[in-house]
């Protein structure tokens, strides 16, 4: 048998929360035109003439704020998710098998990545985007970037992909336990909002499947939950540039929603299998400042799925069948 390898890869993140280090990161993520969908003669300019001398140090700002001593969150709940699923893994029989994870952007950087398992022998790789939607600008980049890889091969491995897992079973399993152990040790909120991250909504005109697959796990986790019309919400954050993106958008609805009344809100990051800067700043700190601000009274954050048993249980259930032809 050809000895096969298991890949986990998720967005990226600077390697310092520092200004030069951010800068650098942006300017690979920013630079993508999957990305940014504009006209290279048009954006290139922008970015590298006022974005890159503007943002990164209010974004190593923000960084500072969730920094660990083991790094980047996104960092140390995606490599810890790799052990926990090695372990599974050969747990179940599959102690030959090669697990690694790579960042999209930043380090450790997929071609480096990919190269490491073929030295080690990785004839073919089972790619897992950690995105559960897909959209061109996650999961559509990811490919990019490992076609670019294999264009680079003398022999390269045999590439299988899951594209997207966002009714999986096990998945939506884990977020609704979630859920329930929260309200079980917190109590339950008025609602509760499940916040995706946003893209252009002239990318989904054109036909990326990402809102219809944001939606369909809202319908598929407030189904497990056993919630009502009325009592969920699915919403999109992070924003960026002036450009219409997919609505409605999380902080004016939580504020609009504490304006109406409303005194709690739990909120989850379903799209998020693993807690980073657009959840742990702008969910837990900033849309809870704006919440309350508005007039709510209590936000309640629900951390991503991180290193959840149930989360990683399922992550071994989506890709062991695909290891196994």
């Not at 993520?29 to 503007?54: K, Y």
């Not at 996650?138 to 091969?153: E, N």
Request: aromatic fraction near 8%.
């Amino acid at each position: 048998m050809s000895r096969q390898a298991l890949l986990l890869i998720n967005l990226g993140t600077p390697d310092a929360p520092d200004t030069p280090a951010v800068r650098r990161y942006l300017a690979e993520f920013l630079g993508d035109p999957r990305v940014v969908e504009l006209p290279r003669l048009l954006w290139l300019p922008i970015l590298h003439g006022i974005i890159l001398n503007t943002r990164p140090a209010k974004s190593a700002a923000k960084y500072a704020t969730i920094w660990t001593p083991e790094g980047s969150p996104l960092k140390v709940h995606t490599e810890r998710q790799a052990k926990l699923l090695r372990g599974l893994l050969g747990e179940r029989g599959r102690q030959d098998l090669l697990i690694d994870w790579a960042m999209r952007y930043g380090n450790p950087a997929i071609p480096a990545v990919l190269d490491r398992l073929t030295v080690s022998g990785a004839e073919e790789i089972l790619i897992l985007p950690l995105y559960p939607q897909w959209a061109g600008s996650t999961t559509g980049s990811t490919q990019d970037a490992v076609t670019g890889w294999l264009k680079r091969q003398k022999r390269p491995p045999v590439i299988r992909w899951i594209e997207d897992f966002h009714t999986d079973p096990g998945y939506i399993g884990a977020l609704a336990n979630a859920v329930r152990e929260h309200w079980q040790a917190h109590g339950r909120g008025e609602k509760l909002v499940m916040s995706f991250h946003g893209i252009p909504q002239r990318s989904v005109d054109r036909g990326d499947p990402y809102a219809r697959q944001c939606h369909a796990t809202a319908h598929a986790l407030a189904a497990a939950l056993g919630l009502e019309t009325g009592e969920w919400l699915a919403t999109f954050q992070s924003r960026f540039g002036a450009a219409k993106w997919l609505q409605p958008y999380t902080q004016p609805t939580l504020e609009e929603l504490a304006r109406s009344g409303l005194k709690r809100v739990d909120v989850i990051c379903p799209g998020f299998p693993a807690d980073c800067l657009e959840t742990l700043e702008e969910i837990a700190m900033e849309c809870k400042e704006a919440f309350l601000h508005a007039g709510g009274q209590e936000f309640h954050y629900l951390p991503c799925l991180n290193e959840r048993p149930d989360w990683i249980a399922a992550l071994a259930d989506l890709c062991q069948p695909r290891l196994a032809d």
